[in-house]
């Protein structure tokens, strides 16, 4: 099966920081599994190209294989690098997927088993957006009464990372 999972990597959205509540949360639902936390600092940073570049540059050096994290932008920016990344897997929280005047940045060609959340009440990314990519992608997906944040959620949110996880293993 080659190399173990050994570590996660989170990416924050656009107006959070990178050891955010929800990334806290989930960080430790990963360190109980055994498994390394990391998280690329993006703030600052609001070109999502710049981010991905970032993340490769961050995620590259890490040995064994990874399993991508992002929420929002941190999810489009997650999943636009989980090929050249070989990622195990990807588990994407409200992702900013085709976004006016940004469709052609969604990414196509992800290489991995992907799990999303997204919240019925997002008023930032339309749930339609994550059925969309879900459907044309045969990601599982999880749509749950909650807004943009999940903050309402992060339990159920958690449990879903850490059965996703353990299936990967």
Not at 141 to 146: A, E, G, P, R
Request: charge should be neutral; glycine fraction near 8%; hydrophobic fraction near 45%.
């Amino acid at each position: 099966m080659g190399q173990p999972l050994t570590t996660v990597v989170f990416s924050h959205g656009k107006e959070t920081g990178p050891w955010g509540t929800k990334i806290t949360a989930m960080a430790e639902v990963v360190r109980s599994l055994g498994l390394n936390a990391e998280s690329v600092d993006y703030q600052g940073i609001d070109d999502p190209r710049v981010r991905v570049a970032k993340l490769l540059g961050y995620a590259q050096p890490l040995s064994g294989r990874i399993v991508l994290v992002g929420s929002s932008m941190g999810a489009h920016v997650s999943a636009a690098a989980a090929l050249s990344l070989r990622a195990r897997g990807l588990f994407l929280l409200a992702p900013a997927f085709y976004m006016q005047g940004y469709e052609v940045f969604t990414p196509r060609n992800v290489g991995c088993p992907t799990v999303i959340v997204h919240g019925w009440l997002d008023d930032v990314v339309p749930v339609d957006n994550a059925i969309r990519w879900a459907r044309e992608h045969r990601a599982a997906l999880h749509v749950l009464d909650s807004d943009h944040r999940l903050q309402d959620q992060i339990g159920l949110v958690c449990e879903y990372l850490r059965s996703f996880l353990t299936s990967l293993a």
